[in-house]
């Protein structure tokens, strides 16, 4: 089966969107089923696109006459062009291809959380161009069961026509010396006290500012020594303003922009607990990042969370931020607790593996084509 996949989100470094496809590419590239993997990119991207590491891939980066044209238009050019037997994309496929195609649509937090996207014009006609999209891909694969309702209810994709495949932890997130990683932090920021890690706060639906002043609000025992950390690139709120914003948290605040695999490895294995209060996820992968690595997880009972998170962490609304706090507090200065958390979290991280999101993908390939 000759398989193509628009990658251009490797292209263009979108965190989520690159995880998934480089762990999709990795394991399908394994399965005899797939002959070639044919990954296509956008030359006005000027990335290159990575094939190293992966068996029976090719890299195909070509260019449309307008940027907007090179799915409607270019792709489906390149589709006859390379035979290809099924065509696979992050939320955008022609509407005309001469091939089945299939639309990874993770979430649909466009549709839910219309005021984080500005300017509305352009929210608008990308939440246009996902609903035709949704609606001519010859199968939709989404993360969650959670997901999965939201689409039906939101864009009305037909509910025989969406499949759930869960992702999972990449293979470097272990648990490993926690002694060693806090050596790291230190190294990288000067930071020696316990701390609560953050993955991800360029939106504001990752809820960080709660988390902020559910921290602050902590003035006794070792809630009030707890830094925190916070990894990912800003978006809606900057370092300074949030410095600002939180002045109880002078000393003890900390941000990283970029970091490499390594390093967010050590940053989850050293911190005394990972809080993830989001008021919106299609899956919530940082939540098992940080289980596989061994690291108790504070994260929010509601969207797709607790289908990820099970019994091994401690939800609670996020948008409370006292329940935030006592929870953040409860874990930071228990460490039975936290143990206990650890071996779930474990166990929690083991049920979700990439061999079977690529399998299960393998299955809707075979189903889009009558096999």
Known sequence: MHVALDVRTIQARYAGDRIYLENLIRHLSR???ISQLSLYGEARLGD????????KTEA????AKRGWLWTPVAVPQQLKRDQVDVFHAPYLVPSKAPCPTVATIHDVTLRLFPEYNRPRIKAGIRNLVLNASARSATAVITDSEHSRRDLIRVVRVRPDRIHVIPLAAGEHFTPGDAETARRRVKELLGLERPFVLAVGWSSPHKN???LLEAVGSLTSGVGR???VVVVGHPGAHTAESLRESFPTLEGR???TQWISNDDL???????SLFAFPSLYEGFGLPVLEAMACGTPVVTSNSSSIPEVAGDAAILVEPRDTAALAAAVEGVASDEALREDLRG????QAARFSWDRTAEMTLEVYKHVLGQ
């Open 31 to 33: 399965l005899p089923e």
């Open 208 to 210: 960080v500012p709660r």
């Open 344 to 347: 779930r979290g474990l166990e």
């Open 253 to 255: 605040l900390f941000f």
């Open 60 to 63: 195909k980066v070509f260019r």
């Open 225 to 227: 020594e707890l830094a």
């Open 48 to 55: 290159p696109v990575p094939v190293e590491g992966y068996a």
């Open 265 to 271: 490895v050590a940053y989850y294995r050293a911190a």
